[in-house]
């Protein structure tokens, strides 16, 4: 990992990771990489576009609490408006999502 670009403190906590329980997951129409999620942030629902269709089935995720990073600017994908973003490793050419091993409230900070 040497020679990657580095940021300093300030700016990793500019980022808002935030801890998210998924309430529902549906594909989204003429997309296979792509799931509409609806998250609990704890204070409010939001609306989470993923590129993790084809590693993940809807029922597969319902339930889930992931890490979602809250304050990106929306973005239309597939018609979509995402309002974050699902934190995920990608490994041989799949996005295999962050999760918790122990229950954390929907909204608690990732850091």
Same mark, same amino acid.
């Given at each position: 990992m040497t020679g990657e670009n580095e940021i300093? !403190? #300030?700016? =990793?906590?500019?980022?808002?990771?935030?801890?998210?329980?998924?309430i529902s997951a549906e594909r989204i129409k003429d997309s296979r990489k792509l799931l509409k999620l609806v998250v609990d942030l704890g204070t409010e629902e939001r609306t989470v576009v993923a590129g993790i269709?084809?590693?993940?089935?809807?029922? #597969? !995720?319902q339930g889930k609490t992931i890490i979602v990073c809250t304050n990106l600017k929306p973005a239309k994908l597939m018609g979509v408006e995402s309002r974050g973003m699902v934190l995920a490793?990608?490994?041989?050419?799949?996005? !295999?999502?962050?999760? =918790?091993?122990? #229950?954390?409230?929907p909204g608690a900070a990732v850091r």
């Open positions: 300093t !403190i #300030e700016q =990793f906590l500019d980022v808002h990771l935030r801890a998210a329980k998924v269709a084809e590693t993940y089935t809807p029922d #597969e !995720i490793a990608v490994v041989d050419d799949q996005a !295999i999502m962050a999760v =918790f091993d122990r #229950e954390v409230p």
